[in-house]
């Protein structure tokens, strides 16, 4: 079955410290992947994405991911969190190959404490 | 350049009431899909419209939920009759075509049903 699992529920990390959030992924091939970030009232935004080549994709807001082809993990960091990066994070899967259907993790949500 | 547009942003209606979602995608996509969101459910993909036509429309939870694409710049999500379970954020999200398949959002309408 397809599904993506985000490990964690929510995260508490100190202002300038480092983050990294958890993503790994159940799928017949290697799909493209994402994480989106939604901030409180807001809806969700892209952060980056994975299609193909270097492993290490970076993307807005500082943040980079890494694909483990190995692991099925595409997991989430940034060295140094700001009091803006709280809000919910998506970890999302879909077909590199026909089709259309995103699948979304259950989200983490990040807490940032001064 | 304009997002996705979705209106009302606030919509509060009786049980039994119809309610009427809209959504504008990002012009020159041709991909749509409705979600809803709750605490308990995370995000859950209702229908996706591909070229204005149906796709995939599995996921609507019951004959009370219609969805329309009647041109590319437009879609409604109709609920009649609402009832308090139908309560969640509806976002609308659109595709550009030949892209890696990352969605644009909305920002959401925040149904209450009474």
């Known amino acids: 079955a397809q599904s993506v699992t985000q490990p964690d529920i929510h995260i508490t990390v100190s202002e300038g410290a480092s983050l990294e959030l958890r993503c790994n992924y159940s799928?017949?091939?290697?799909?493209?992947l994402f994480w989106y970030v939604q901030s409180p009232g807001q809806g969700l935004q892209l952060l980056l994405k994975y299609f193909s080549g270097d492993t290490l994709v970076q993307g807005i807001k500082g943040f980079e991911a890494e694909f483990k082809r190995s692991q099925s993990s595409f997991n989430l960091r940034k060295p140094s969190v700001h009091w803006s990066d709280a809000a919910e994070y998506f970890c999302?899967?879909?077909?590199?190959?026909?089709?259309?259907?995103?699948?979304f993790g259950a989200g983490t949500r990040l807490f940032v404490k001064a | 350049d304009a997002g996705v547009i979705q209106s009302p942003r606030h919509e509060v209606t009786e049980m039994g009431q119809e309610v009427t979602l809209r959504c504008k995608p990002i012009?020159?996509?041709?991909?749509l899909f409705w979600y809803r969101q709750t605490m308990m459910r995370g995000l859950e993909l209702l229908i996706y419209?591909?070229?204005?036509?149906?796709?995939?429309d599995s996921g609507m939870p019951e004959d009370r939920f219609s969805a329309k694409m009647p041109n590319a710049s437009f879609s409604t999500l109709k609920i009649q009759p609402s009832e308090p379970r139908d309560s969640a954020v509806y976002f609308c999200?659109?595709?550009?075509?030949?892209?890696?398949?990352?969605?644009?959002f909305g920002p959401g309408t925040r149904l209450t049903v009474l």
């Open positions: 012009s020159g996509h041709n991909s």
């Open positions: 999200a659109s595709r550009p075509p030949a892209s890696y398949n990352e969605q644009f």
């Open positions: 999302a899967v879909a077909p590199s190959t026909g089709g259309f259907k995103t699948i």
């Open positions: 419209f591909n070229n204005n036509v149906p796709i995939d």
């Open positions: 799928y017949g091939a290697t799909p493209y």
